[in-house]
């Protein structure tokens, strides 16, 4: 078995893919790893490593200590903590993804997943229907790591032969691991207020449209694009891949299906402006022709799946 490591397991992505890649690889052949130890269930279930996601000696150790053979790199700073602290942003996203890069190219590693975002694009890429290929000229520092970090993964793919690929995430949506930094983090919140006092306040408009995704579909888009023949992986920069694009408004009224009572109020910060510069709808043919993607889960149907989860698990809510 090639072992997998998560670099940033404990992170809003990073924790359901390693629940994933555990169930289909086995346990003991994903090594989860952060900067700090995770949850019960994560340290539990399978082996666990402190890594520095900055530190190429560090990620060194590990891949050898563990026979590691395959790198998800899901540590990111996201892109409102990114427009705080600009130059850690950008240190942590570039440095990291440069090492396990040049793990690759060294051929300690033989395949690396990356995830870029929609964030790559800005005011001047088309807002709706944003294709594969088109201005990315992004007005966030993560959209900057991200665009640098994409151009640096077909680099080492055409220049070293790198196997590297990528998808660029919309805001990912999902109830058991909470994400931390991000724009569009609104629309998790949203469920949690909602169930818990019955009111939110929307750092966004109520007109703002976004792409989104709920976690279940964002965790079968990486693993396959992962299993995909390298033949079908065709764009080695990264994929758009798109599922559902809402406002704070509609997200609020499926919502109200649950909760009748239900109220938002909007009160934007400096996020509107990236909001504002991101698309509205994203065009992902090239994902669903080039490795079969497909999404599953609707508005609707993400909806009643978080509303059930989170009844179900009230600790969560406290
Ligand atoms: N969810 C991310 C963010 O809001 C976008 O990739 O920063």
Redesign the pocket.
């Known amino acids: 078995m090639n072992k997998i490591l998560i670099i940033g397991a404990c992170g809003q992505i990073g924790t359901a893919l390693t629940e994933k890649l555990r169930e289909d690889y086995g346990n003991e052949n994903v090594i989860a790893s952060d900067i700090r130890e995770g949850g019960k269930e994560m340290m539990e279930s399978g082996p666990f490593e402190i890594v520095d996601a900055t530190s190429k000696e560090r990620i060194l150790e590990v891949v050898k200590k563990h026979e590691v053979k395959q790198v998800y790199l899901m540590a990111a700073m996201?892109?409102?903590t990114a427009e705080k602290y600009p130059q850690k942003g950008w240190e942590l996203n570039m440095t990291s993804l440069l090492a396990v890069l040049d793990l690759a190219k060294e051929k300690y590693i033989d395949k690396v997943f990356w995830p870029s975002?929609?964030?790559v694009f800005g005011s001047t890429s088309p807002k709706i229907n944003t294709p594969q290929q088109t201005i990315m000229e992004p007005t966030t520092v993560?959209g900057i790591s991200k665009v640098a970090g994409e151009h640096w993964c077909n680099y080492y793919h055409e220049k070293y032969g790198v196997d590297v690929r990528s998808i660029r995430?919309p805001?990912?949506i999902s109830w058991k691991s909470l994400?931390g930094g991000?724009?569009?983090?609104y629309a998790v919140d949203i469920y949690f207020e909602a169930l818990k006092k019955g009111s939110f306040e929307c750092f966004l408009s109520e007109d703002t449209r976004l792409p989104m995704m709920y976690m279940e579909d964002a965790i079968d888009a990486t693993v396959n694009i992962m299993k995909a023949n390298p033949e079908c992986v065709k764009t080695r920069t990264s994929y758009n891949l798109a599922a559902i694009s809402f406002t704070p408004k509609e997200i609020a009224q499926e919502i109200k299906n649950y909760i009748p009572d239900f109220e938002i109020t909007y009160k934007p910060d400096f996020r509107q402006d990236i909001a504002d510069s991101w698309p509205r709808i994203i065009d992902d043919s090239a994902a669903r022709k080039d490795w079969g993607w497909e999404h599953a889960y609707d508005l609707t149907s993400m909806t009643k799946d978080i509303i059930t989860n989170l009844k179900k698990h009230e600790e969560l809510l406290s």
């Open positions: 996201l892109s409102a975002s929609m964030a993560y995430y805001g990912i994400p991000g724009t569009t983090d």
